[in-house]
């Protein structure tokens, strides 16, 4: 199964652009990159996935690079309910059903 | 309408009790996750059932785990002779099993204490 790799925190000030980098070097050509986002003391909520193309979507914006190798979720106006633990998380694909494999995630603080 | 519900939200037992959580996929969702998260880490697999069956339970971390869903729709998780080790949050998931592009619709989950 393919890992990724976020930054352990970070930290965005209000209306501005939140960027969260993942790495995910090993990822084959037909696992897709999905994001989640989990607040505090809630289930993890679905924001976006993509295959190779950008995608946007009333909640964020999610850029892949070329060699598919890294990727990028923009928050284009973030706000402090944002304020979430975001997890990168590359599909795992089999015939009878797919798992999410959750890594530690980036933990975003959006600051007045 | 609905998303996914799970009840109780909060359960606590003593080591070597029994527990059932329950979780309530969205309506028409054939494929249902159960997840469990640590304190600071991000949730961790279990199982998977694509309708009444467990489609994949290579999550399962012994055999005092064990969860059901008879009718493909509302599933129980039992877990036997509770542990400590047990504490966590309990999650569920639920999607509509078909594609590859097919998404998760997670719980609240369940917060579950052992003492």
């Known amino acids: 199964d393919a890992k990724t790799t976020q930054p352990t925190s970070m930290d965005c000030a209000e209306g501005r652009a939140a960027n969260l980098p993942c790495n995910h070097s090993?990822?084959?050509?037909?696992?897709?990159v999905y994001w989640y986002r989990q607040i505090h003391s809630q289930g993890p909520q679905y924001i976006i996935h993509?295959?190779?193309n950008n995608e946007t979507n009333e909640m964020a914006s999610l850029i892949i690079t070329e060699d598919r190798k890294s990727s990028t979720l923009i928050l284009p106006h973030a706000t402090l309910r944002d304020t979430a633990v975001y997890y990168c998380?590359?599909?795992?694909?089999?015939?009878?059903?797919?798992?999410?494999?959750f890594g530690p995630g980036t933990r975003l603080s959006v600051l007045p | 309408g609905a998303g996914v519900s799970q009840t109780p939200s909060n359960k606590v037992t003593e080591k070597g009790k029994y527990v059932e959580l329950r979780c309530d996929p969205i309506?028409?969702?054939?494929?249902l996750y159960w997840y469990r998260q640590s304190l600071g880490q991000g949730p961790e697999f279990l199982i998977y059932?694509?309708?009444?069956?467990?489609?994949?339970d290579s999550g399962l971390p012994n055999d005092r785990f064990f969860a059901v869903r008879p009718e493909g729709s509302v599933s129980t998780l039992k877990i036997q002779r509770t542990e400590r080790g047990d504490s966590a949050v309990y999650l569920c998931?639920?999607?509509?099993?078909?594609?590859?592009?097919?998404?998760?619709?997670f719980g609240p989950g369940t917060r579950l204490t052992v003492l």
């Open positions: 998931a639920s999607s509509s099993g078909y594609g590859r592009t097919d998404t998760q619709y």
């Open positions: 090993t990822i084959s050509g037909n696992e897709y």
């Open positions: 993509g295959l190779k």
């Open positions: 998380i590359v599909r795992v694909v089999r015939n009878y059903g797919q798992n999410f494999v």
């Open positions: 309506s028409g969702h054939t494929a």
């Open positions: 059932f694509q309708g009444t069956g467990a489609a994949d």
